[in-house]
């Protein structure tokens, strides 16, 4: 079973920084496309930022030019870091794992695991 583990998550003031890692138990990230996601209570999980097996890279809207996903194959780790973090980028961010061939980015559910999350809250 594959597992993945978020870190990294805390409490900021606005206009700060967080750098987030998920790890992966089994096989190389090179076999996964990889992505973040976040939820607030009573609204639906989006997609952040996607990164594919080749390294390109996809990313909402409203976070574009504020984070960065990046991939160490070597130590099986994802990372997300956030810049410039605005009070509504409070939510819980979650690692994801597809083994699908037609990447589908931010599409939640082309995406086969999940992590358990880790929380960003950012105060003004």
């Known amino acids: 079973q594959v597992q993945l583990v978020e870190s990294g998550g805390g409490s900021v003031q606005a206009g700060g920084s967080l750098r987030l890692s998920c790890t992966i138990s089994?096989?190389?990230?090179?076999?996964?496309?990889m992505a973040w996601f976040r939820q607030v209570p009573g609204k639906e999980r989006e997609g952040v930022a996607a990164i594919d097996r080749d390294g390109s890279t996809s990313y909402a809207d409203s976070v574009k030019g504020r984070f960065t996903i990046s991939k160490d194959n070597a130590k099986n780790t994802l990372y997300l870091q956030m810049n410039s973090l605005q009070p509504e980028d409070t939510a819980m961010y979650y690692c994801?794992?597809?083994?699908?061939?037609?990447?589908?980015?931010?599409?939640?559910?082309?995406?086969?695991?999940w992590g358990q999350g880790t929380q960003v809250t950012v105060s003004s």
């Open positions: 089994r096989y190389s990230y090179s076999s996964y496309c």
């Open positions: 994801a794992a597809s083994y699908g061939v037609a990447w589908s980015p931010l599409l939640k559910n082309y995406y086969n695991y």
